[in-house]
T-cell receptor
Framework: AQSVTQLGSHVSVSEGALVLLRCNYSSSVPPYLFWYVQYPNQGLQLLLKYTSAATLVKGINGFEAEFKKSETSFHLTKPSAHMSDAAEYFCAVTLSGAGSYQLTFGKGTKLSVIP | GAGVSQSPSNKVTEKGKDVELRCDPISGHTALYWYRQSLGQGLEFLIYFQGNSAPDKSGLPSDRFSAERTGGSVSTLTIQRTQQEDSAVYLC????????????FGPGTRLTVT
């Protein structure tokens, strides 16, 4: 079984400041990891994914995440926050080699950007 | 190209009524998933369809929930005898084998049971 823990249900940063959203996972086999973003009243949009290639993955909108096996972490970062980054972010895990690839999500972190 | 579409976008129903939620996946995508997003439980997997294989129903919360996928394309999620705890946003996603881990989500259907 797999699980995801996102530390901090709400994070506030100033515009231009570093964004750091934390995600830790638990998985019995090598995981595939994802970050999704959800804007109000919209579905989920894939930001980036880790599927056992490079451990540092770059996504859309300037976001990146680093897979650290020793820390079972997959934290999301962006060097400089923009007002348009305000949204809810979900970390998700699935099992590599699994048939269905059903996603297990964290509880989400709502990011606020202060002008 | 067209993304995943869902209808209706909002549905209000009375407790005890049946509802049907529809999902149109991205054309050519062979896998289809339903998830539920609720305040209390977060995002939960409900059911998975892959081609003509038997669906993975392991996430359905009760036997009041069922889903079908006709012709390998459109899917309908049915909730019978709705309860207030069924109020949630129901999200559909599709993907293209073999990379079924890369799922594309629709905008969701917000269900409110009064």
């Amino acid at each position: 079984a797999q699980s995801v823990t996102q530390l901090g249900s709400h994070v506030s940063v100033s515009e231009g400041a570093l964004v750091l959203l934390r995600c830790n996972y638990s998985s019995s086999v090598p995981p595939y990891l994802f970050w999704y973003v959800q804007y109000p009243n919209q579905g989920l949009q894939l930001l980036l994914k880790y599927t056992s290639a490079a451990t540092l993955v770059k996504g859309i909108n300037g976001f990146e995440a680093e897979f650290k096996k020793s820390e079972t972490s997959f934290h999301l970062t962006k060097p400089s926050a923009h007002m348009s980054d305000a949204a809810e972010y979900f970390c998700a895990v699935t099992l590599s080699g699994a048939g269905s690839y059903q996603l297990t999500f964290g509880k989400g972190t709502k990011l606020s950007v202060i002008p | 190209g067209a993304g995943v579409s869902q209808s209706p976008s909002n549905k209000v129903t009375e407790k005890g009524k049946d509802v049907e939620l529809r999902c149109d996946p991205i054309s050519g995508h062979t896998a289809l998933y339903w998830y539920r997003q609720s305040l209390g439980q977060g995002l939960e997997f409900l059911i998975y369809f892959q081609g003509n294989s038997a669906p993975d129903k392991s996430g359905l919360p009760s036997d009041r929930f069922s889903a079908e996928r006709t012709g390998g394309s459109v899917s309908t999620l049915t909730i019978q005898r709705t309860q207030q705890e069924d109020s949630a946003v129901y999200l559909c996603a599709s993907s293209l084998a073999p990379n079924n881990y890369e799922q594309y989500f629709g905008p969701g259907t917000r269900l409110t049971v009064t």
